[in-house]
């Protein structure tokens, strides 16, 4: 039977279920006023096997339904037609004032239930009973009026329902949302998912269908970051058996206690109308309090429906069974088989270097390619560097909170150093290009669960060029350089380091993010001997950032002045290390010589003579920016004698011996 055909049989069913009432309300009013009997015997039967013949499809009608949905008795039922009928039918008010003999009563009561209808129980509008407890009616007892005399109104839900219009709860269409995934412009469905999640939606479904046979759902903790995924997986489960997904954000549960639970039940009577499950969104539940926490948790345990919680981590403290989920983007190779889908031929052999850096979902990779391919049209945009600029946008926002993005604009050509020490460099590059071929298709990540990441320690005095090496390397990958803030991540509070550490390799994960620790030993210096509670959860902070930093899968670089201060387990962990020795003379000639850029004014420079100033990169830079503006301020170029006067100054902030020899121009 199709949606018309059904809904056709539902009103004639209602049609006859009507007549049926009213002729027992007639009934009761002759008999009540003492009226001469008009209603046949024979009419009532010839309706109520109206009602019977409509019953006998399949499914059958709304009302009967429902009845059997939540365990309505013969009466029940009545009574729930008869509150109904009055929004239903007009003339359903005159009879039942007429049937209770009072013109102050044009409605239904309990009292005329027990009169008109068979087999009446008095136990029925307990509120243990299901239509007070699933709200199907609603009693408005005024004052000291009993109740048996007062008011009952359907709730308007279930008149819809009965009407044969199924639609979500108006009261909770407030707090959720459908959960709809994103759908690619001109696309009718959702791309497929890759076998590695959809292995995951079957394992969800199988789960659900075997708890449906005994009616008792544990909770789906779905595990991992990545809450595009998560999301998508829900939904294909959801659409695979059935069930309308909806999306509620923990923060919306009702504070107090009559509140939510009067959510609990509303909710729990959707899922049987509808039915229905819920995504309870996880972006808000590592930080909730712990009365938020508490509340989330008297929902989960007093509701019986299907849900699903959207976890970073596993345990959710919940009494509740739950079963967990471990929620991952595609493989590489399956996000290269989306590039390639995605992007439709077009920039295909561009996939290999977008999976080698960017970890991204499946909507996210759809997207980037839909708006690329919208950018390509212009031709003077290369699609080459729209791609990848793409890719940097969709990962940069969730780590400007958490670090400063250094604007990159060194290259090779500004770094001075040793043979040796470039060639490393050179490394770090070629590793962060290739891991794509080493890690996948030449099966090194099938032998690895860490260590995938690409870690370099550059190591010196300050001054020696290792923020411009961590600029170099930047400016080569075309990656995003976020300097780390020890202020926004180091807390006095126990378990927040953790926890802002987390999040900023969290975000860092998806790519296109270099990390940049400077003066890293603040953050991993040497564990301690504990001799209190500081030096324990001190080594707790340490332990938690060298797993992480293990774990990482991407670039991450730290600087150091103090090299011997960091923790021996840490520099186990490096994949460089790189030492930026003081320049010699020769080096500092070739910084002097690259000092000024080809547009600023000099004269007369001796650049041999200026070499032998025993000074770092860095201190080289300050003399020549400050002599810049000397020479600004009187007018000339950059001369010799300029250059030694702020080299003078230079020495001074360094708190170095002068020898006037040197600065004699």
Request: proline share 6%; net charge negative.
């Given at each position: 039977?199709?949606?018309?055909?059904?809904?056709?049989?539902?009103?004639?069913?209602?049609a006859?279920?009507?007549?049926?009432?009213?002729?027992?309300?007639?009934?009761?009013?002759?008999?009540?006023?003492?009226t001469?009997?008009?209603?046949?015997?024979?009419?009532?039967?010839?309706?109520?096997?109206?009602?019977?013949?409509?019953?006998?499809?399949?499914?059958?009608?709304?009302?009967?339904?429902?009845?059997?949905?939540?365990?309505?008795?013969?009466?029940?039922?009545?009574?729930?037609?008869?509150c109904?009928?009055?929004?239903?039918?007009?003339?359903?008010?005159?009879?039942?004032?007429?049937?209770?003999?009072?013109?102050?009563?044009?409605?239904?009561?309990?009292?005329?239930?027990?009169?008109?209808?068979?087999?009446?129980?008095?136990?029925?509008?307990?509120?243990e009973?299901?239509?007070?407890?699933?709200?199907?009616?609603?009693?408005?007892?005024?004052?000291?009026?009993?109740?048996?005399?007062?008011?009952?109104?359907?709730?308007?839900?279930?008149?819809?329902?009965?009407?044969?219009?199924?639609?979500?709860?108006?009261r909770?269409?407030?707090?959720?949302?459908?959960?709809?995934?994103?759908?690619?412009?001109?696309?009718?469905?959702?791309?497929?998912?890759?076998?590695?999640?959809?292995?995951?939606?079957?394992?969800?479904?199988?789960?659900?269908?075997?708890?449906?046979?005994?009616?008792?759902?544990?909770v789906?903790?779905?595990?991992?970051?990545?809450?595009?995924?998560?999301?998508?997986?829900?939904?294909?489960?959801?659409?695979?058996?059935?069930?309308?997904?909806?999306?509620l954000?923990?923060?919306?549960?009702?504070?107090?206690?009559?509140?939510?639970?009067?959510?609990?039940?509303?909710w729990?009577?959707?899922?049987?109308?509808?039915?229905?499950?819920?995504?309870?969104?996880?972006?808000?539940?590592?930080?909730m309090?712990?009365?938020?926490?508490?509340?989330?948790?008297?929902?989960?345990?007093r509701?019986?429906?299907?849900?699903?919680?959207?976890?970073?981590?596993?345990?959710?403290?919940?009494?509740?069974?739950?079963?967990?989920?471990?929620?991952?983007?595609?493989t590489?190779?399956?996000?290269?088989?989306?590039?390639?889908?995605?992007?439709?031929?077009?920039?295909?052999?561009?996939?290999?270097?977008?999976?080698?850096?960017?970890?991204?979902?499946?909507?996210?990779?759809?997207?980037?390619?839909?708006?690329?391919q919208?950018?390509?049209?212009?031709?003077?945009?290369?699609?080459?560097?729209?791609?990848?600029?793409?890719?940097?946008?969709?990962?940069?926002?969730?780590?400007?909170?958490?670090?400063?993005?250094?604007?990159?604009?060194?290259?090779?050509?500004?770094?001075?150093?040793?043979?040796?020490?470039?060639?490393?460099?050179?490394?770090?590059?070629?590793?962060?290009?290739?891991?794509?071929?080493?890690?996948?298709?030449?099966?090194?990540?099938?032998?690895?669960?860490?260590?995938?990441?690409?870690?370099?320690l550059?190591?010196?005095?300050?001054?020696?060029?290792?923020?411009?090496?961590?600029?170099?390397i930047?400016?080569?990958?075309?990656?995003?350089?976020?300097?780390?803030?020890?202020?926004?991540?180091?807390?006095?509070?126990?378990?927040?380091?953790?926890?802002?550490?987390?999040?900023?390799?969290?975000?860092?994960e998806?790519?296109g993010?270099?990390?940049?620790?400077?003066?890293?030993?603040?953050?991993?210096g040497?564990?301690?001997?504990?001799?209190?509670?500081?030096?324990?959860?001190?080594?707790?902070?340490?332990?938690?950032?060298?797993?992480?930093?293990?774990?990482?899968?991407?670039?991450?670089?730290?600087?150091?002045?103090?090299k011997?201060?960091?923790?021996?387990?840490?520099?186990?962990?490096?994949?460089?290390?790189?030492?930026?020795?003081?320049?010699?003379?020769?080096?500092?000639?070739?910084?002097?010589q690259?000092a000024?850029?080809?547009?600023?004014?000099?004269?007369?420079?001796?650049?041999?003579?200026?070499?032998?100033?025993?000074l770092?990169?860095?201190?080289?830079h300050?003399?020549?920016?400050?002599?810049?503006?000397?020479?600004?301020?009187?007018?000339?170029?950059?001369t010799?004698?300029?250059?030694?006067?702020?080299?003078?100054?230079?020495?001074?902030?360094?708190?170095?011996?002068?020898?006037?020899?040197?600065?004699?121009?």
């Amino acid at each position: 039977m199709n949606a018309e055909e059904w809904l056709a049989n539902n009103n004639q069913y209602l049609a006859a279920a009507i007549q049926w009432l009213k002729l027992r309300l007639n009934q009761v009013a002759e008999f009540t006023t003492g009226t001469p009997p008009t209603v046949k015997p024979e009419a009532i039967a010839t309706a109520a096997a109206a009602m019977v013949r409509a019953t006998a499809s399949d499914p059958p009608p709304a009302l009967i339904l429902l009845s059997q949905q939540f365990g309505l008795s013969q009466f029940e039922q009545a009574i729930l037609l008869l509150c109904a009928a009055m929004e239903l039918d007009t003339q359903l008010a005159t009879l039942c004032a007429q049937a209770q003999d009072n013109p102050n009563r044009p409605y239904p009561t309990f009292a005329l239930a027990l009169t008109c209808f068979d087999s009446p129980a008095w136990d029925t509008l307990s509120p243990e009973r299901p239509l007070r407890h699933w709200r199907l009616i609603e009693i408005h007892q005024a004052g000291a009026q009993p109740l048996t005399t007062s008011p009952l109104r359907a709730d308007e839900r279930i008149v819809s329902y009965l009407k044969g219009l199924n639609y979500l709860d108006d009261r909770l269409a407030t707090l959720v949302v459908p959960l709809d995934p994103w759908k690619p412009p001109g696309f009718d469905a959702i791309p497929s998912l890759p076998p590695s999640q959809q292995s995951v939606v079957e394992a969800i479904a199988h789960q659900i269908q075997q708890s449906a046979q005994t009616s008792t759902f544990p909770v789906l903790q779905l595990l991992g970051s990545d809450t595009a995924s998560k999301q998508l997986i829900a939904w294909e489960a959801c659409q695979k058996i059935g069930l309308r997904p909806y999306r509620l954000s923990p923060d919306l549960l009702p504070a107090q206690i009559a509140g939510l639970d009067t959510l609990i039940k509303l909710w729990q009577r959707e899922s049987y109308l509808l039915p229905l499950a819920l995504y309870l969104d996880g972006r808000s539940l590592d930080d909730m309090s712990p009365s938020s926490t508490a509340i989330l948790h008297r929902f989960l345990e007093r509701s019986h429906g299907i849900f699903f919680v959207d976890v970073r981590e596993t345990g959710l403290g919940c009494d509740r069974p739950t079963i967990t989920f471990d929620i991952a983007k595609p493989t590489t190779l399956e996000q290269r088989e989306a590039w390639a889908i995605a992007l439709n031929g077009h920039g295909e052999n561009h996939a290999d270097q977008l999976v080698s850096q960017f970890h991204l979902s499946l909507p996210e990779i759809w997207k980037i390619a839909q708006s690329t391919q919208a950018a390509a049209k212009q031709p003077h945009v290369s699609f080459e560097d729209q791609l990848w600029q793409s890719c940097l946008t969709t990962t940069r926002p969730k780590l400007d909170t958490l670090a400063q993005r250094l604007d990159p604009k060194a290259t090779w050509n500004d770094l001075v150093l040793p043979d040796e020490e470039l060639d490393l460099l050179h490394q770090v590059t070629d590793q962060v290009r290739q891991r794509s071929i080493v890690y996948d298709d030449w099966g090194f990540r099938q032998r690895m669960n860490r260590g995938l990441g690409v870690s370099a320690l550059f190591a010196g005095e300050s001054g020696t060029g290792k923020t411009m090496a961590a600029e170099v390397i930047a400016n080569d990958l075309k990656l995003n350089l976020y300097r780390i803030d020890l202020s926004s991540v180091v807390s006095k509070y126990i378990g927040e380091t953790e926890k802002n550490l987390r999040r900023l390799f969290d975000a860092a994960e998806d790519g296109g993010a270099i990390l940049f620790f400077d003066e890293a030993d603040a953050l991993f210096g040497k564990r301690s001997e504990v001799k209190d509670s500081h030096d324990r959860y001190a080594n707790i902070e340490i332990n938690y950032l060298l797993q992480r930093i293990e774990s990482y899968q991407g670039l991450a670089i730290l600087t150091t002045n103090m090299k011997n201060s960091l923790d021996t387990a840490f520099m186990r962990r490096l994949r460089f290390i790189i030492t930026f020795p003081f320049p010699g003379i020769k080096e500092r000639r070739t910084m002097w010589q690259k000092a000024f850029p080809a547009k600023t004014p000099t004269q007369g420079l001796d650049c041999d003579r200026l070499a032998k100033l025993n000074l770092a990169g860095g201190n080289i830079h300050s003399i020549a920016l400050n002599a810049a503006f000397l020479a600004a301020q009187a007018g000339t170029p950059i001369t010799l004698p300029l250059l030694l006067k702020a080299a003078r100054t230079e020495f001074y902030k360094l708190d170095r011996p002068i020898n006037e020899a040197d600065f004699r121009p």
